[in-house]
């Protein structure tokens, strides 16, 4: 017998020997000289190591010698020879704070009348918030935006790292020695000549000034974006991870590619990038997306490029946030106010960040988070406080634009920041607190909600009924730092699972999730009954033989 | 040995086409309940990865088969009949129990009873072809579109290739069971492998006496 079956066993092994291999163990050459995935080459290739030259030492230059007391007057200075930046930042959002592709009289934006589940709203607020403004002394609304000495160079471009706008100073620095008493920390004013001298291409630093810091500390609301994106190891972020550590040492600039003072990034309902397209397709491209250097086809396994249509690069290589630092994950304004011997107090939480504040509420910190995951075509939708709102279900303040039938949709991890908010229960709209300030109608000063939302709402000229309450909010951010090292991506079943982390995104079918269930049980039923019916069959077999032997003997 | 003769019943090709195709069911089985969530063995990469290479390896082998199939005039042995079918169904639900003879014998050139002829005809002809159908269109989901095919649904393909997966599995049990129906428990299976079957020596005499009668 074994002789008989010995060629069919060659033959076997010839299939097996002359076949390909799975292609998770596939050795195929991508590129010349490396196995590595063609996203890899693409992308390597796309941003070889940079050799940035500049004709002017500004140390040298006399404009920036004379005697400086204020910011406008260094903006003054840098004007001399810049002559169109001002001109140029006046349009952008930095400066603006408006969503650009919003009809005017919406007013999306933080600089409008959109309205967030943070500190809610910049209106009647404006010295406190502004203090990330790129720009000097937006205290009110009648700030002048057209005025050019007003911007502030200085924040983005300075390379000391002594630059600090006070917080409360309407986006001015200290001009002496002062204490923020929120957090102890003395501000000098700045070094005029030294910082003006040291300017140049915007570092993360200078970036992260702001956007490591929005909502009014570190990590509380992006939760991809936080002080520790300032030096990185490879381990958290792959693209600004350190050299030493493995990484490629971008700082933002790298992928925020900037035309006219116009830094490529989504705002609001705009989406980051229009096309999908990579810098092979158009060179001038923004590097924005993943595919503008990885292409459209970056794995070595055709059936993971299969998803590269309807799956964000994200959602696989973000597996969590904040996982470093936590982030601010809940809000619930309606508990503020306690007094304790009839002072405000902060109550301490767990990882280290405050569980209630007198002033803001109760907060949930959460590290390592796992993003939600939802349809998403680059544009995010804002509630404004002139939007009717529906009170009986959470608010949705800033929502992804997109489902399964929008073909530039594509599943995106989001952070959603929770919280309760306060809107006008008879007007059925979001409202604007006036917290902060040295007036009696400020929140923050007398901890009255009915005076300070008066305030708020009247200073922005929308109507307020007096009553009001505390509505469940939603807020998103996208999930695009923190790309973690290619191990560290989501494995397949992550997804491809029963009650994976696409459990709730409804509208497909996805292998190893959905099933036709009255299918499984027709068909397991059918195996078992047939696995009973040979086993019972077989059975008789064997009874009815010993019971013929039997007869015979 | 008395009353039992041996006979070649099965080429080397077609040995090595049943067992390599054994194999592959099982692996594709396997892999493809592994993909359907049914439980964890290889991981989900390493099971879809599988799944497709066995699959293409599988299509490969079919149509090695079909070739077979037709140049070798084999396919006659997979023609329908109804004639003796239900004695061949009375046999396996009562007579088998009794020690009656199986009624009809295997012949070279009459392989299959007739229950096996329609049996494997329904798989070879059909479940086995919509198998194949819906795997390839399963595998190539993401260029339905291109290919003008946009109005599929991933949910009934993938249905339908589950459902061919339980027939599959329901048969392959069945056969399994069956092979141990022979005058001992592993003949058929040996004679799977060395390509003898042994046979009861009576049909040799009908046959011989059938001469004698010219």
Partial sequence: MFSAIRPALLLLALLAVSWPAPPALAQVPAAPATDEAQGRVMARQATKERQLWITADHSKHEALKQPFTSGPEVTKACLSCHNQAALQFHKTIHWTWLDPSEPPDRKVGKGGLTVNNFCVALASNEPRCTSCHAGYGWKDKNFDFTDPAKVDCLVCHEHTGTYKKFPTMAGNPASEPTVFPEDKQEYLPPDWNAVAQSVGRPERSNCGACHFYGGGGDAVKHGDLDSSMTNPTKALDVHMGSKESGGQNFDCARCHTTKLHNIAGRIYSTPAAKDRKSLVQDDLAPKIMCESCHTATPHKSAKMNDHTDRVACQSCHIPEFARVIPTKMRWDWSTAGKMKDGKPFKTDGPLGKPSYDTKKGDFTWEKDVVPEYYWFNGSITNVTAKDKIDPSKPVRLAWPRGERSDPNARIMPFKVHRGKTPYDTVNRTMLVPHLFGKDDAAYWKSYDWATALKAGMEYVNLPFSGQFDFVETEYVYPTTHMVAPKDKALACEQCHARTGRLANLAGFYMPGRDRVTALDWLGWLGVIGSVAGVGLHGLARAFSRRNHKEDKS | ?214
């Fill in chain 2, 1 to 214: 040995m008395t009353g039992r003769t041996k006979i070649y019943l099965y080429t080397r090709y077609e040995r090595f086409w049943h067992w390599i195709q054994a194999l592959l069911i099982v692996l594709l089985l396997l892999t493809g309940l592994e993909v359907h969530g049914a439980f964890r063995l290889l991981g989900f990469k390493r099971a879809v990865a599988w799944h497709e290479t066995l699959g293409v390896t599988w299509l490969v082998l079919f149509a090695f088969f079909v070739f077979w199939l037709f140049t070798t005039g084999q396919w006659k042995q997979y023609i329908p009949t109804t004639k003796k079918l239900f004695e061949v169904i009375r046999y396996y639900a009562s007579g088998i129990f009794k020690g009656e003879p199986h009624p009809v014998k295997k012949r070279p050139e009459a392989k299959h009873n007739p229950l096996q002829r329609l049996t494997y005809l329904g798989l070879a002809a059909l479940l086995l072809p919509v198998q194949m159908l819906t795997g390839l269109l399963y595998w190539t989901y993401n260029s339905w579109a291109a290919w003008g095919l946009g109005f599929l649904s991933l949910e009934v393909v993938a249905a339908l290739h589950m459902l061919c997966a339980f027939a599959i599995l329901v048969f392959f049990i069945v056969h399994v069971y069956m092979t141990t129906t022979g005058h001992t428990l592993t003949a058929h299976i040996a004679a799977m492998f060395s390509g003898w079957e042994e046979v009861e020596e009576d049909e040799v005499q009908d046959w011989e006496r059938a001469r004698k009668g010219v």
